[in-house]
């Protein structure tokens, strides 16, 4: 009866253990942040230069995806955080796993608020504005939302992208044009040339009728 039971039990546990790695790749496929022959946007865009700016391969990155619940939202910020801490990237993306807030995990990695607002010595209004005035009342305190986090880090790492500072790109934000934007448009966006360029050479490869 035991025997009988193994082919069922070992089917319940696969089918488990593909339904938890659905998430990571739930919005598609992931190749975006390794190459810019599949950027689509400029979202896209920025995250494939976020992953190569933090310098990790493929390999080392790819097996961490299906532990974010959000890999397009909570990726930019475990690479900055993994980075100000000089902490593990797996380690930062376990913590993230377990259900943590970000602020929590700010606390553990020994990384300080300040971090996320440098650069933005005056309030910078919608949308950053009241999570600024917040810190600025409570420096050493502030706990700031997942959203709020997330924002931050961007506008950090958005930064160095684009070579415009921080406080720039937050009023960016609050006239309409996102981070990404942005990044995009000072880098005038390469993955649109790099399109045409794949096409070509796929079609190279192809039978003449």
Do not use: C
Request: no cysteine; proline share 7%; aromatic share 8%.
């Amino acid at each position: 009866m035991r025997t009988a039971w193994r082919p069922l039990v070992g089917s319940i546990l696969a089918s488990g253990l593909l339904g938890w790695a659905a998430p990571a790749g739930a919005g598609g496929s992931l190749d975006f942040l390794f190459s810019v022959e599949h950027v689509n946007s400029d979202q896209q865009y920025f995250l494939g230069l976020t992953v190569s700016n933090y310098g990790y391969s493929r390999r080392t990155l790819e097996p961490l995806l299906p532990r974010l619940r959000n890999v397009e939202v909570d990726l930019p910020v475990a690479l900055f955080l993994a980075r100000e801490s000089g902490r593990g990237l797996d380690v930062i993306v376990g913590w993230r796993s377990e259900g943590l807030s970000w602020s929590v995990i700010l606390g553990r990695a020994g990384v300080p608020v300040d971090v996320l607002f440098a650069g933005i010595a005056v309030d910078p209004g919608p949308p950053y504005g009241k999570a600024w005035g917040y810190w600025k009342k409570n420096p050493r305190g502030a706990r700031l939302s997942d959203a709020d986090v997330s924002r931050l880090v961007q506008i950090q790492i958005g930064s160095r992208l684009a070579g415009v500072t921080p406080l720039e790109l937050a009023r960016a934000r609050g006239q309409g044009r996102s981070v990404a934007v942005v990044v995009a448009e000072k880098k005038g966006r390469p993955y649109q040339k790099a399109k045409p360029a794949t096409a070509a050479r796929r079609g190279k490869g192809k039978p003449k009728p």
